[in-house]
């Protein structure tokens, strides 16, 4: 098929009001080259004629499109122990202020979102595994979400290359994972199981509460992708998915200070995270 | 040494914990999600010690243990030790009248588990 023609810039507008009204996440003029390889992308895929009739395909979200597109926006690159400084925050500061208020056999609710392939998550499960002693004496729940149904297949099924895994030791590779081939990894069955995966719009507010609170929530790098505004309805949304006195890892380029001021800004040696005031609005 | 032991807990990463304890220290290991998956897999291969959380969905570890005690020999004088969050006297209690070995508290490191676990095993034989 030939290839589609060049998108305009008001299509390029178009399509960019649609993926932040649908998602929050903005992309001006100087990702126009990023947008447009996408949607071309999608145009041949759907093998749509025109960005016109593709768009209408789109906004009449045919087939799912509206989603596929969503796919195809959301940067997924990460890997195993990534800003490592924030699960040792994790393990020796956040844990042990939230269980100084809970029983042992409790349950402890940790959240990546959004988790992309699952590295984070299953980062988690081994940090915690690794390092934190009381891992046995409390019911610990990790789920990991993402906006991105796809990857969200690809974390459950655990499988992973060499690049994602290139911070992890060769003794935790051995210990955690079942070499496929050569270029390729399985994640163990436990830690498959120990993590649970679902989708999340930080965006919708409603799916958000739906969710229900966390002691602990890791949201990296996603915020930077917003403009002001859907940060500050994604940080209010996060709010309300933390158990008073429970705590959010941002990337550690981005603040929250600057994004909404519900909440309280935490020093640890090993990172800087916010808390969800004990008493609070 | 080939002792076997089977972990009931309904946490993967506590079974994950201990398995990797126990497993270093030589001993082959099984796991069960709950007391009800413990009977099924005993009634099929014999274990030589168990190690049992409380509180699992399905069947909680003493209504386990009251069932295991009730099985035919060999199978019902299975040693069992009792890993629990709970750590109170009437906690231990209700375990030992269940058909409880030994008790343990959560959180347990890997050094103590693999030592009881070679108590236990030493004791039976």
């Known amino acids: ?281 | 040494m080939d002792k076997r032991i089977l972990i009931i807990d309904d946490a993967s990463l506590v079974r994950l914990y201990y398995r990797d304890a126990l497993q270093r220290a030589g001993y082959s290991v099984d796991e069960a999600m709950n007391g009800l998956e413990a009977l099924e897999k005993l009634l099929v291969t014999p274990a030589d010690l168990l190690l049992v959380d409380i509180n699992m969905p399905k069947m909680d570890g003493l209504t386990f243990l009251k069932s295991l005690r009730r099985q035919p020999m060999p199978l019902a004088a299975t040693p069992a030790i009792v890993v629990s969050t709970e750590a109170a006297p009437q906690d231990v209690e209700a375990a030992r009248r269940a058909g409880g070995n030994f008790y343990l508290v959560k959180p347990l490191t890997q050094d103590t588990l693999t030592r009881y676990v070679g108590l236990c095993c030493g004791i039976k034989s």
């Open chain 1, 1 to 281: 098929m030939d290839d589609p023609p060049p998108v305009t810039t008001d299509e390029f507008r178009r399509l960019c009001e649609f993926l932040y009204r649908r998602t929050g996440m903005v992309f001006k003029e100087d990702k126009r080259y990023y947008v447009e390889r996408r949607i071309r992308e999608r145009i041949r895929a759907t093998g749509s004629t025109s960005f016109t009739s593709y768009f209408a395909r789109l906004r009449s979200d045919f087939r799912g499109e509206a989603e596929k597109l969503v796919n195809a926006f959301t940067v997924n690159e990460t890997f195993f122990y990534r800003e490592d400084h924030q699960l040792r925050c994790l393990t020796t500061d956040l844990l042990a202020k939230r269980i100084a208020a809970k029983p042992r056999g409790d349950p402890l609710l940790i959240w990546s979102v959004p988790c992309a392939t699952g590295e984070e998550p299953y980062s988690i499960a081994i940090w915690l595994l690794e390092h934190w002693p009381e891992v046995d004496a409390y019911d610990v729940e990790i789920v990991g979400s993402d906006i991105d149904t796809q990857v969200l297949e690809v974390a459950r099924e655990g499988i992973f290359g060499k690049r994602a895994l290139i911070r992890l030791s060769p003794e935790l590779i051995a210990k955690y994972f079942v070499p496929i081939d050569e270029n390729s990894w399985r994640i163990i069955p436990e830690l498959r199981q120990s993590v649970r995966f679902s989708s999340a719009n930080l965006m919708d507010t409603a799916e958000m509460r739906a969710h229900g609170r966390f002691d602990v929530i890791f949201c990296r790098n996603v915020l930077i992708y917003f403009d002001e505004s859907s940060r500050r309805i994604a940080a209010e949304n996060l709010y309300e998915n933390l158990v008073p006195g429970g705590y959010i890892c941002l990337g550690h380029t981005e603040s929250m200070s600057r994004i909404s001021p519900l909440f309280e800004v935490c020093r640890f040696s090993d990172a800087i995270v916010y808390q969800r005031p004990l008493e609070g609005p």
